[in-house]
């Protein structure tokens, strides 16, 4: 279970509320009208899950495995990253997944070194499928790794990609398998596509109740409006000039590649040119708990009042590790935590933070997750996709395309050929 | 050797002239009258290095460890690890070093069950020994480890505060190893000191040259001036509220807990309450290349015009890993890559990137490092620290202390006490 608290400070007017309303009514005509496709992922998604299974018990490569590469970038990595972060020391069995996204040469070697093939499967995800970046690792790949597309090795390679796409047709030309993502499914958004469904299923996660926590967050949205999500969008919408960035502040290490799955979210689909010609969007800016608070909190107290702030705690991480009742002389002063266990100095220290933030007028709200399980990184990843809709749609923007970065592709392309 | 390019697009006025000046005279200032003590360190560390190593040989517990476990948060945490973070993959014998700061007891036991106690040694780190997190932390170390403090387990635990703290006189009870921190250092600017310098000379990184990296940047400062930083300085107190957020676009995986480390340094000396007060501050941010290029990217290009961005970029990552001459069916579109080194794809993307915000006018500078090594990282602290306080004078602040934790403090002690 999620819940959601708002202290933002700040109360909807008319415009705001009819803001609002137009908002929800556009996410109801995105879906009905299969403008954005994330919206039916999780129910959608569904038999990928069994057809992975399948794929999995008849195929030898799969079983003998114990890790999964997957070669992709960006919304090809960042969603199956942190659901992975998150729930791994949950899955003590669960096959090892090793992401090679970035071309940093250094990495890539590091990373060769811990992958043996025998024990592998490699998925390269790419939407279009030229991807420069991911589309070179996967050639390194087949050279470092010796992998012959025509022979047996075929079978440790699956490909996820757009249908049509230059990298579906190779596909086909190998006979290789593949799975393919929605055309109306953006890569932000398509963790609860095949792009993260089979990865994660075969891995051995359970993929069925993170759909169906996708599914009761996209339900109660459409059915019951989830009112307190309509605020906060109108609230960064409404105010984002004055409160430029919006910090999620994840307290839990396993969050952090949340938080930077959020960044993504939030960049990519609201830092935009809005229909009257406006550059508009807040900043998104991820940080951890409790370690943060020695760095970036100073600013957050003390500084220019630009911020507003998203707590996100876990209440239960359903570990029992205490503070020893241990005296050590001359450090009685921290005596009064001895007992209590670190559960609850980390919570205790995310409650703190946000009720000083609070005392100095910082716009600030805590999402709440029981525990961390499946269900509610479902449904957490679906609060912030529909979040992030609602106030693109309240910006005037189009919270799905991504023009910004396609002038960097042609400088870099253009760099090689004059070579 | 670093090279600085700076692109911001700005003209120092007589203004600006005059406030250069007179950053230049404080930071003057501040080091004849030992104000702030790292200016200093880059020399007055070097003993310690003497000291640790003929500790290291006498000591049969550091001889037959391979693991460093440091405990400590912030700036007893994040300059030791970037550090390590960087030069890692140039020493595959180093001693491993494991970090336990965030008291998030999923992320402790994962990293429990990492440790043999015969094989490790514990440096706890607390400027004021006191804080929280870290002495928690380091009672769960001394019961899970079995630590006995008056036997011959003290061997194993070196502790590293300020003269007269509540750790040292801890320390002093039980006849522990221990180095001391100056006073006029602040845990953010004390990578260079004890801190940094202890562990990072155990665990077998030539610290000599990280600090005369740092000296050399110490003196080419003081001696010359470096108008370079003089100016990015004035841009960035003088512009800060048009370009609310300064990202560090640091292209290499190895560079993340770098970007950390700048963010704490900035965030929490210079978001403070001025002399007028006045909340004042740029806001720091870290981001990787090229993986962020799929994700932050979108909103430097064409959001709001609210950002500077710094690139730091590594010529020659001493890698000849290539891209090799494969052609795949229906992906020829990303041939022309065929033959190169990920070196040049990853710097190419760094530099087109930088090339395509420049056009959108977005103000940028470049810190090329011609490799990493510990002369340069020792460089680039001290680039960063001078940086800082340069800033800090110009927008009269008081750089070295960071009086807005200490609410969250008080009210998390109230939690307990309370209970």
């Known amino acids: 279970m999620i819940t959601y608290d708002l202290n933002i400070g700040w109360q909807a007017d008319d415009e705001a509320s009819m803001m609002m309303q137009d908002a929800f009514e556009q996410l109801v005509y995105e879906r009905e009208n299969a403008i954005a496709g994330y919206y039916n992922l ?4 569904k038999p990928i899950i069994t057809e992975a299974k ?3 018990a008849s195929n030898d490569a ?3 495995s114990d890790t999964i590469v997957v070669v992709g970038i960006g919304g090809s990595s960042l969603g199956i990253k942190a659901v992975d972060s998150m729930l791994r020391h949950k899955y003590p069995a669960a096959k090892r997944l090793i992401f090679l996204e970035n071309p940093d040469p250094v990495d890539l070697q590091m990373k060769f070194s811990m992958i043996e093939k025998e024990r592998s499967i490699f998925i390269v995800i790419s939407k279009s499928g030229t991807t420069v970046e991911t589309m070179s690792i996967f050639k390194a790949v087949l050279a470092r790794f010796e992998i012959d597309l025509n022979k047996s090795d075929k079978d440790r390679i699956i490909a996820i990609t757009d249908e049509g796409s230059a990298l579906c047709r190779f596909v086909d030309t190998h006979s290789l398998k593949a799975y393919t993502i929605p055309h109306n499914v953006g890569g932000r958004f398509s963790v609860l596509s095949s792009v993260g469904i089979v990865p994660l299923t075969l891995a051995g996660y359970d993929t069925c109740s993170l759909l169906e926590g996708g599914a009761s967050m996209v339900d109660r949205f459409f059915d019951a409006k989830e009112e307190h999500m309509l605020i906060k969008a109108a609230f960064i919408a409404s105010n984002w000039r004055e409160y430029r960035t919006n910090v999620l502040f994840a307290y839990g290490n396993s969050l952090e590649d949340f938080t930077k799955w959020y960044v993504q ?5 609201l830092g935009k040119i809005d229909r009257c010609g406006n550059r508009v969007g807040p900043t998104p800016a991820g940080h951890i708990g409790s370690v943060d608070q020695h760095s970036f909190l100073q600013l957050l107290m003390q500084g220019p009042k630009d911020k507003s702030v998203t707590f996100l705690k876990v209440e239960d991480f359903e570990s029992s590790l205490k503070i020893p009742d241990i005296e050590l002389k001359h450090i009685e002063r921290v005596d009064y935590l001895n007992g209590h266990t670190f559960n609850e ?3 205790a220290e995310c409650d703190a933070t946000m009720e000083a933030l609070s005392k100095e007028e910082v716009p600030v709200d805590m999402i709440k997750l029981d525990k961390i399980d499946e269900e509610n990184i479902g449904e957490l990843i679906l609060y912030y996709e529909l979040l992030t809709s609602l106030v693109g749609s309240m910006l005037h923007v189009d919270t799905y ?5 396609e002038m960097g592709k042609r400088i870099l392309a253009e760099k090689f050929k004059k070579v």
Do not use: C, D, R
């Open 42 to 45: 999780p129910k959608s998604s």
């Open 54 to 56: 399948a794929f999995a």
């Open 62 to 64: 799969v079983n003998n």
């Open 265 to 269: 979210l939030w960049g990519e689909s």
């Open 345 to 347: 100095l980390i919570n």
């Open 401 to 405: 395309n991504q023009p910004g970065v």
